[in-house]
């Protein structure tokens, strides 16, 4: 965008009153809004740590290492997402270096990240007539986790693999996480679509899952009394991988020695069936918080590439960066799970008319108009990819904005 812009934004992420959470807080207001006018009962705030590396920005001050020698900061966020898992937007984000200018405070863990999190989701609960689920994977798995303060329609959901003490209910039998499968109540199969590596890339397969289930209490360590400090009472689900199949071509892609077994800790309940689904289908979506850190990184962005003066404006760009990486996200799967919705929910009607002059077919349904848009970089639908991926959608829309702009310049003078 020339230049001065480039010059200008700079200038606007380096401000010293300019912090990530100012510039995160209209959007984290629009993704409120958004999630108080749908449908879903139930949302899903799945929090996740992402690493950026910035080892060959030898300029910049204020890094600190990620691993080794390795230079760059640390982002942990909140992404919000319906129970259809259209992503609806990030609600907290927390950024820390270590050595660097944005240090952990040394009298706490990292690990008081999740509990951050946690607490910037009851903040946003309060208001709402839904169910918020914070969803984590097991580095979460800290036992004052589940007994940390949480508002009446929050709930936890973590991936365990700590070896602790599992008290089953009713029948009181203790035994160690590993062996509590053999123990739990038997739920039957059933399929989720995550992502993952198949054949040498990463694809969307359709695990089908044996799910077994109980409620259960987990103790403390043995340091603490278990009858004073256990948790109360969590349903835990034991889902395990009993076949795979890729999404498009149904090859199988099964694999027995490293078949998934996942170890769910979760405050809801587990009176029936449909809610053991439940709960393995939320966990499944947290994989959208993973897509939101691909597409800000290697899968359309390229945030890694940024360059600024210091951590401060950099944190700041992220942020910004972020909110972009979850329109191209909101749009990618909008268009996966609904395509032939009407295209005006995710474009204006301008935008609508001028790819209808660019392409020459209508767009009419958001397909229609995704299409038009990549058609712009060349995109050429496939049996095998029938729509565009977040990296050909980020450029088109870079495209497209372009256009914009000389349609624009274009029509001014005739208005004149």
Not at 107 to 118: G, M, R, T
Not at 147 to 164: G, H, S, Y
Not at 204 to 213: C, D, F, R, S, Y
Not at 243 to 262: G, K, P, R, Y
Request: aromatic residues 8%.
């Amino acid at each position: 965008m020339g230049n001065s812009f480039r010059q200008t934004v700079a200038g606007l992420f380096a401000r010293d009153e300019m912090k990530h959470s100012t510039m995160l807080s209209g959007h984290v207001a629009a993704t409120q809004a958004r999630a108080q006018a749908s449908n879903s009962q139930y949302l899903i705030a799945a929090q996740d740590t992402t690493y950026y590396n910035y080892s060959g920005q030898a300029q910049m001050s204020g890094l600190g290492v990620i691993q080794g020698q390795v230079r760059g900061l640390m982002q942990h966020n909140v992404l919000l997402i319906d129970e259809g898992g259209q992503p609806l937007g990030v609600i907290d984000q927390q950024y820390w270096t270590r050595g660097g200018a944005m240090d952990w405070p040394p009298s706490q863990k990292e690990s008081q990240k999740w509990f951050n999190a946690l607490a910037a989701v009851n903040q946003q609960a309060q208001a709402s007539n839904q169910r918020w689920v914070v969803t984590c994977d097991r580095e979460s798995d800290i036992f004052d986790f589940f007994k940390a303060p949480r508002e009446p329609n929050v709930e936890v959901l973590v991936r365990v693999f700590q070896p602790r003490r599992v008290e089953v209910a009713p029948e009181g039998t203790v035994c160690p996480l590993p062996a509590v499968a053999a123990r739990l109540d038997d739920y039957g199969h059933y399929c989720v679509q995550i992502e993952r590596q198949c054949g040498g890339k990463r694809r969307t397969v359709e695990l089908t899952l044996q799910l077994q289930a109980a409620t259960v209490h987990i103790y403390p360590n043995q340091n603490l009394s278990a009858v004073r400090h256990k948790t109360p009472a969590l349903s835990l689900v034991v889902a395990t991988e009993v076949a795979c199949v890729e999404l498009n071509t149904q090859a199988d892609c099964f694999d027995a020695d490293n078949a998934l077994a996942w170890s769910l800790l979760t405050s809801l309940p587990i009176g029936e069936r449909n809610d053991v689904q439940r709960i393995v289908r939320f966990y499944a979506l947290r994989w959208r918080i993973e897509r939101l850190h691909f597409t800000l990184k290697s899968g359309a962005l390229n945030v890694e590439q940024l360059q600024f003066d210091d951590v401060h404006t950099l944190a700041n760009a992220l942020t910004f960066y972020s909110v972009v990486a979850w329109q191209l996200l909101g749009l990618t799967y909008a268009l996966r799970h609904d395509p032939e919705q009407p295209a005006e929910a995710l474009f204006e009607s301008g935008e609508l008319t001028l790819l209808h002059q660019l392409s020459g077919q209508p767009v009419d349904s958001l397909r229609q108009a995704t299409l038009a848009l990549a058609k712009l970089v060349g995109f050429a639908p496939s049996k095998k990819q029938p729509l565009p991926g977040v990296k050909v959608l980020a450029a088109a829309i870079e495209r497209f904005f372009f256009v914009k702009q000389g349609a624009a310049a274009v029509a001014k003078p005739l208005q004149d």
